[in-house]
């Protein structure tokens, strides 16, 4: 099929170039006679033109045919191939020479532009690729990517990728045909080989070969084979690279976490334990302890115990939260219904202060999980009972602004610096002063950011020293798809 259309190609060509030729003849010998010079002339344009756009061969053939159609038309005696003029002869031949050495030239020029054009083209291409590579940072997702990106970039077949270290090769579709010795042989030596219409490329990282290519159905240059194979090593070796140090810098993440629960896990445990050891030994030893301080004691114990217990409910809570464990159950509920119900669990919390709640008339119902927002706005009130000074008052407020509710918890505590508000919803991070005044784990932020994120919310901090702190809650009213 491609050579009859080659063939049909070539026909339609030859008959214009002849139907040209043809024209030029008639006009100069019948219409519009001129001087053998500007036919000379006229058929060498002719001839110019068949080689720039058509090819040498063609333009040669013209040539030789216009030679002979100026000698019989236009050289006396007209009519007859027989020149009577030795200067003919040379102006004859000259015409030739000049047609023949033109052509080539301009077929010469011809392919230089074809070959600068494909090598812009190619230049943009590997552009092109370039810049796919970049938006991946996942090794395997490359590796499944690049045979399909080949492909489209280079208008190729189809193509084939094996990697270092790897068994698998990688291909843009499953039917692909290639020489899988000769890709792995391209992979062993390092060097670009080609076979029937495909070219199989090492994929280089330096003078390190890293795996290997193979390109089908697309005819590309040994230098833009090179710098595929030097991309798709370099990408290769770039993903690999990523995910090493996302790697790394998880395990020091997670080393970090792991001495930071140790340290407060070790701090924090360590204080009930005391209590609750001094306890028990000053019951076992019964020296003179009457009831009231046996009861006392007995007291100790059963609120160190309920502090460890909650010590470790927080951190399994927090790993459940972190792992995604944890189902909510969004409903609609009234805001003020769970401003309330928080407010009246925490009466014993908020002991000491005055508490003024004002929650805004008219507030649509919202969809979040009832007991969980309760835990976030809890661990909010107590932090302001915490750290707020006793008599002080801890204002509770609920509000509709841009579509979201925002519950506000506003104390009249020390406040918490501008470098530490960044962190202060960090795991186990508590504030330097804050350490001081009260017992914590430093979870209770963290794990409320965690429940409020989880809703589609957010939660903020604004927070001046020597004035107090407000915790904002924001949640969308209407669930967010």
């Not at 491609?2 to 006009?27: E, G, M, N, P, Q």
């Not at 090593?233 to 998880?250: K, N, V, Y």
């Not at 502090?307 to 399994?316: D, F, Y």
């Not at 330097?432 to 017992?439: I, N």
Request: negative net charge.
């Amino acid at each position: 099929m491609h050579l009859k259309a080659r063939i049909t190609r070539v026909l339609v060509r030859s008959i214009a170039v002849a139907a040209v030729l043809a024209a030029l003849t008639v006009t100069y010998w019948r219409y519009l006679p001129a001087n053998p010079t500007t036919v000379a002339l006229s058929f060498l344009i002719l001839v110019l033109l068949t080689s720039a756009f058509w090819g040498f061969r063609l333009a040669l053939i013209t040539a030789f045919v216009a030679t002979a159609v100026f000698n019989f038309f236009f050289l006396p005696p007209v009519g007859t191939f027989t020149i009577a003029d030795p200067q003919n002869w040379i102006a004859l031949f000259a015409f030739l020479i000049t047609a023949v050495v033109a052509s080539n030239l301009a077929e010469r020029a011809r392919r230089q532009t074809e070959i600068a054009q494909g090598r812009r083209r190619e230049v943009e291409r590997l552009y092109a690729l370039s810049q796919q590579l970049l938006t991946v940072d996942n090794t395997a997702q490359l590796l499944n990517l690049l045979p399909e990106q080949i492909t489209q970039t280079f208008g190729a077949t189809g193509a084939a990728l094996i990697v270092s270290g790897r068994q698998t090769i990688y291909r843009s579709r499953p039917d692909l045909r290639f020489d899988v010795d000769m890709l792995l042989r391209s992979n062993a030596r390092g060097e670009i080989s080609e076979s029937e219409d495909v070219s199989y490329v090492p994929l280089r990282i330096g003078i390190r070969t890293a795996g290997a290519l193979a390109v089908v159905g697309a005819k590309l240059s040994h230098e833009s084979l090179e710098a595929i194979g030097s991309l798709v090593g370099i990408a290769t070796e770039r993903t690999r690279a990523i995910e090493e140090l996302s790697s790394t810098r998880a395990a020091q993440e997670s080393e970090k976490l792991r001495s930071a629960l140790l340290d407060s896990v070790t701090h924090e445990f360590r204080t009930p334990l005391t209590g609750i050891k001094a306890s028990v030994t000053a019951l076992l030893e019964q020296n003179a302890l009457d009831a009231a301080q046996q009861r006392e004691l007995l007291s100790v114990i059963d609120e160190e115990t309920d502090r460890l217990n909650r010590l470790v409910g927080e951190a399994a809570e927090m790993a459940q939260l972190d792992a995604h464990m944890v189902q909510l159950e969004p409903l609609p509920h009234r805001p003020a219904e769970l401003i309330e119900t928080v407010v009246e669990r925490s009466k014993t919390l908020l002991a000491g202060h005055h508490v003024d709640v004002d929650v805004a008339a008219g507030l649509p119902e919202v969809p979040f999980d009832f007991e969980r927002m309760c835990e976030v706005v809890t661990h909010l009130l107590e932090n302001a009972a915490k750290y707020a000074p006793k008599g002080s008052t801890v204002r509770v407020t609920a509000e509709q602004q841009s579509g979201e509710l925002i519950i506000n918890v506003a104390d009249q505590g020390s406040g918490i610096d501008s470098l530490e508000q960044s962190m202060i919803f960090e795991k186990f991070y508590r504030g330097r002063q804050q350490r001081l005044m009260a017992h914590g784990t430093g979870m209770g932020l963290a794990i409320s950011k965690v429940i409020v994120e989880a809703h589609g919310g957010s939660i903020s901090l604004v927070s001046q020293p020597g004035v107090g702190s407000v915790f904002s809650v924001h949640l969308p009213i209407q669930p967010r798809k």
